[in-house]
């Protein structure tokens, strides 16, 4: 089993839609999750961190966490062009110094 | 400069080279990673530096080989590479390490893309 779980994709999304991405986490010691996004060449840029079980948005980002699940999810709302990339979860383990990627999901978003 | 660099951006080395691979960090944070990407591949975190100590040593081969003087200078020397290392080396840092609350959030350099011949 993966650390760190993301489906490869590509997700395609209409423009205006909801982006809905998942990531599964086996160490249910976890206890800091990000989202990344990595465009094509470029390198990841934060987007989200989340550390307790919920709901938190910024804009028009929301990260969901439930621990209990050993899940969280990033939900794009309004999708545009520019968000289509590749979104990676990190999260960092019962390891203090350890954050754990998964492989990305790549997303596009069509006009 | 402000954020995380890198130099060089694209590297060209054959196998018999040596070459380093430089990273600076302008944001007062305490660690220091590098990571490498591959195609297809997940981010695999390298090493990990906090407060110019080595903490973490994931497994990697010893023709790469790091080294931080200082908390916002780090570098990845290079010996005897293979074409499988051929990838993108991401350099990034965070305040802190292993501390919930955004401190250790961490901020990725551009990378080096690395093409070993």
């Known amino acids: 089993q993966k650390e760190v779980e993301q489906n490869s994709g590509p997700l395609s999304v209409p423009e205006g839609a909801i982006a809905s991405l998942n990531c599964t986490y086996s160490?249910?010691?976890?206890?800091?999750f990000f989202w990344y996004r990595q465009y094509s060449g470029k390198s990841p840029e934060l987007i989200m961190s989340?550390?307790?079980?919920g709901d938190k948005e910024d804009g028009r980002f929301t990260a969901q966490l439930n621990k209990a699940s050993q899940y969280v999810s990033l939900l794009i709302r309004d999708s545009q062009p520019s968000d289509s990339a590749t979104y990676l979860c990190?999260?960092?383990?019962?390891?203090?110094?350890?954050?754990?990627f998964g492989s990305g999901t790549r997303l596009s978003i069509r006009p | 400069e402000t954020g995380v660099t890198q130099t060089p951006r694209h590297l060209v080395m054959g196998m018999t080279n040596k070459k380093s691979l430089k990273c600076e960090q302008h944001l007062g944070h305490n660690a220091m990673y590098w990571y490498k990407q591959s195609a297809k591949k997940p981010l695999e975190l390298m090493f990990v530096?906090?407060?110019?100590?080595?903490?973490e040593n994931n497994s990697v081969p010893s023709r790469f080989s790091p080294e931080c003087p200082n908390s916002s200078h780090l570098f990845l020397h290079l010996h005897t590479l293979q074409p499988e290392d051929s990838a993108l080396y991401l350099c990034?840092?965070?305040?802190?390490?292993?501390?919930?609350?955004?401190?250790?959030?961490?901020?990725f350099g551009p990378g080096t893309r690395l093409l070993v011949l």
């Open positions: 530096y906090s407060l110019e100590e080595r903490v």
């Open positions: 989340i550390y307790s079980n």
């Open positions: 990190a999260v960092r383990g019962s390891s203090a110094s350890k954050i754990i």
């Open positions: 160490d249910r010691g976890s206890q800091s």
């Open positions: 990034a840092s965070s305040q802190e390490m292993g501390l919930a609350g955004g401190q250790e959030t961490q901020y």
